[in-house]
């Protein structure tokens, strides 16, 4: 039977936002407030070379924190999301999208500078679905 109003069950997108500076071919760690589970749409920043990793706990980051650009994680990683940004390329758009969940609503992540440029007050935008508050 079909629904008698599917749009009365759509879900709203959300945007989480953050601001850091980094230094030249360097790594920094951070954490950010999501839902307890999500789907993850899209991650956008300014165009630069960077790499973003996400994780739904500090030790998956800390056991995950020297894996080489292009080496495949351990499938017990946790990673939720690994992205390469570039000059050309500052979003990427998610299909399919990437399903995280932490009992914390606390996410970890490692961006890595690619470039041999300091940044300074760098913004990434990371938009999102909660499943669960």
């Given at each position: 039977m079909p629904l008698s109003n599917p749009s009365s069950f759509a879900l709203s997108r959300l945007q989480a936002s953050f601001t850091i500076s980094i230094n030249a071919n360097s790594f920094i760690t951070t954490q950010l407030a999501l839902s307890k589970s999500f789907m993850l749409l899209k991650v956008q920043f300014q165009p630069y070379p960077l790499r973003l990793r996400l994780y739904p706990s500090q030790n998956?980051?800390?056991?995950?924190?020297?894996?080489?650009?292009g080496t495949a994680p351990n499938v017990d990683s946790g990673l939720i999301f690994e992205g390469i940004f570039s000059n050309q390329l500052s979003a990427i758009q998610l299909n399919p999208v990437a399903i995280g969940h932490s009992e914390q609503k606390v996410y970890y992540a490692t961006i890595n500078n690619l470039s041999n440029s300091n940044i300074e007050n760098l913004s990434?935008?990371?938009?999102?679905?909660?499943?669960?508050?």
């Open positions: 998956s980051r800390t056991n995950d924190f020297y894996r080489n650009t990434c935008d990371l938009f999102y679905i909660p499943l669960e508050a």
